[in-house]
């Protein structure tokens, strides 16, 4: 029903535009006799008037003709460009020269001037008929004011900024002003873009918008990079103002921007990081063609594996997982967009020793990325036996499954939590990356891990919950007011996984660039004010104080490690920690039999293989002194066998 509404409406605007140049077409050759005798009609000679109104008709039938073959009846007027004003030029200009022609063949003779008349007079006459809605819009824009019109500066007077303008100005729906333009190029300033002012650089931003009474700041500057955007998005943070931006780089590959482009500023973008550069030809050549497995796929790490593989051709993908629901989601979404692709979706644990060499055996795969674990620090403060279990004896039994397999090359995502962990999570990661290093020592699979930090949005992270605070009304909870953490996004960083693995040979701990720690208070802080209101005002920011195992800052890199770096500037290799690998294992198995005895002392035993590990043994974690005494006690008793 709309679609025929829309289209009985075009063609009505063909008809008035038909009926309008009609009218301007004969205007025009009446005029032009006008014109060409001194605007008196009593001195023109009747037998020009004869003619014209002899001929008039074919000559109002051809003109009508050309003007359709240059699409003068199906352009979007409102649109409109420099290209439709050529094309009424050329138009005109060719009626006009096959109306001389014509008349001069049937020997009507006119004076020569009427012509350039007339085509001067159609010009504007079908110039007008096109354009007036323009500039009635464009007058009724200017003069836009109210409660309701919401008042915008666009930062940036270059393409997408020019586009943006445009598209508010001919949107019919959209009930906002640009009011001015900011751009740091001061050979603008003072100048005018679409009528728009450009009043000057980003030091008035904040002076401009209080001013102006500006509603919304849009960030029209694609090809400025990430680290320069950021300072602009802090500036324009003090405002208050909604802040709405387009994608970088947008303009440079498709040349135009629409409004449907823009979105909100997000807390990705006060990252300040650059657009990351990866490989793609090296992830193809090792991943293309080859049968890849992913366990945890339908967490945020692993089901961002399985769209960025797929998008390399790998002969099957197999995503693995315990939760049905998650990976179910990752299924649907991968199949539909690779419908070509050959998918596996198991429901499995990596704990289950016989099911992993039961899919092993079945279906083969060249490489495996290990993104399941346990990864929430407080719940597995709380659960350490859940953690160990999970975490270290899960990933025990896959390394074990893949070395039997031959599997190729074995990815493990570790944590910046591993390095000199103070919690049982970060201290069982440790442990993979020990297994992992162990491994790969004796067997041909190559066992690499890569170490990186937090990821924004990821399950857990403290953006989501941040999210949920700032929409119920606060507060928003910090535990410390000088905790930092390493922030990248989920892509990148799984962007960055897939090239480490390209430069895997076995052994390494690739270890992610994170950029710059960011403050959680600044994170929340921002948060709150890219949601339009003011942090200890509106919203307020509550101090909890450290929870247990919670570090202020964490490292990416243990002094003892060192790096060096790969063809990746962004990735760099930890240079592995010798231990005793004797030791190591036989420290593993007396922490399996404690884990399967619900041992509660078993932060001890890790301690134990983790000499930076220094765990809390608190009574509030139900761990009370006899209970320690007795573990130690084990622990001696342990050694002194094998002595």
Not at 3 to 10: C, E, P, T
Not at 36 to 48: A, C, G, H, P, V
Not at 479 to 507: C, H, N, W
Not at 613 to 640: K, M, W
Request: proline letters at 3%.
């Amino acid at each position: 029903m709309v679609k025929k509404i829309k289209d009985n409406s075009l063609v009505l605007k063909k008809i008035l535009l038909v009926i309008a140049d009609t009218v301007s077409i004969n205007a025009a050759t009446f005029l032009a006799l006008f014109f060409r005798y001194e605007l008196s009609f009593s001195k023109i000679d009747l037998q020009y008037i004869i003619h014209a109104q002899q001929y008039l008709w074919i000559d109002t039938i051809l003109t009508l003709c050309i003007f359709a073959l240059f699409g003068l009846y199906t352009g979007l007027w409102k649109y409109a460009s420099i290209k439709e004003l050529f094309n009424i030029l050329l138009a005109c200009s060719l009626s006009y020269l096959v109306k001389f022609t014509l008349t001069s063949i049937i020997g009507f003779n006119q004076p020569r001037s009427t012509v350039f008349f007339g085509w001067v007079l159609l010009v504007m006459m079908v110039f007008a008929t096109r354009f007036s809605y323009r500039f009635i819009r464009y007058i009724v824009h200017e003069n836009l004011n109210g409660k309701d019109i919401k008042r915008v500066m666009v930062i940036g007077a270059g393409d997408a900024g020019n586009m943006i303008i445009r598209e508010i100005r001919s949107s019919q729906n959209l009930h906002s002003k640009v009011v001015c333009v900011i751009d740091d190029d001061k050979k603008v300033h003072g100048l005018f873009i679409q009528g728009v002012k450009i009043i000057g650089g980003r030091d008035m931003i904040v002076e401009m918008a209080k001013k102006n009474k500006i509603d919304e700041i849009i960030i029209a500057i694609p090809s400025v990079g990430a680290s320069e955007r950021k300072k602009i998005y802090d500036i324009c943070k003090e405002t208050k103002c909604t802040l709405k931006t387009i994608p970088g780089m947008y303009q440079l590959i498709n040349e135009e921007v629409r409004l449907s482009d823009l979105r909100e500023v997000q807390i990705e973008d006060l990252l300040g990081r650059d657009t990351i550069d990866i490989n793609v030809q090296e992830i193809l050549d090792y991943v293309s063609g080859k049968v890849i497995l992913i366990t945890g796929a339908g967490g945020s790490i692993g089901s961002e594996l399985c769209r960025q593989i797929a998008m390399h051709n790998p002969s099957k993908l197999i995503m693995l997982d315990i939760y049905e629901n998650s990976i179910y989601d990752v299924q649907l979404e991968i199949t539909k967009k690779y419908p070509a692709l050959k998918i596996e979706t198991l429901i499995a644990s990596v704990r289950d020793e016989k099911r992993i060499k039961n899919i092993m055996s079945k279906y083969k795969p060249d490489i495996i990325f290990h993104a399941a674990a346990h990864k929430h620090v407080p719940l597995m403060e709380t659960s350490p036996n859940e953690a160990v279990k999970n975490n270290v004896f899960g990933t025990l039994t896959l390394v074990k499954a893949a070395d039997e397999a031959k599997v190729d090359k074995f990815i493990m995502i570790s944590t910046d939590k591993a390095v000199r962990p103070t919690n049982i999570m970060g201290a069982t990661k440790r442990i993979c990356e020990m297994i992992i290093q162990a491994y790969d020592k004796k067997s041909s699979t190559d066992f690499v891990a890569v170490r990186f930090g937090n990821v924004l949005g990821s399950n857990g992270s403290v953006i989501p919950i941040f999210r949920k605070q700032i929409a119920e009304g606060g507060p928003v909870t910090v535990t410390d007011k000088e905790i930092t953490r390493y922030f990248m996004t989920i892509p990148e960083a799984v962007s960055l996984v897939l090239q480490a693995g390209y430069y895997a040979k076995g052994g390494e701990i690739f270890i992610l660039d994170m950029g710059e720690p960011v403050k959680i208070y600044d994170l929340a802080r921002n948060m709150i004010m890219l949601s339009g209101r003011t942090p200890d005002e509106d919203i307020k920011i509550e101090v909890t104080g450290l929870r247990p195992g919670e570090k202020l800052y964490e490292e990416l890199l243990m002094d003892e490690e060192g790096i060096e770096k790969t063809q990746n500037d962004l990735i760099y290799i930890g240079h592995p920690i010798q231990f005793d690998e004797k030791q190591f294992f036989d420290n593993l198995k007396q922490l399996k039999k404690m884990t399967e005895e619900e041992v509660s002392c078993m932060k001890l035993i890790i301690a134990k293989m983790i000499p930076t590990y220094e765990p809390d043994i608190s009574d509030s974690e139900g761990i009370n002194s006899i209970e320690t005494a007795e573990c130690i006690t084990r622990l001696f008793a342990h050694d002194n066998q094998k002595m």
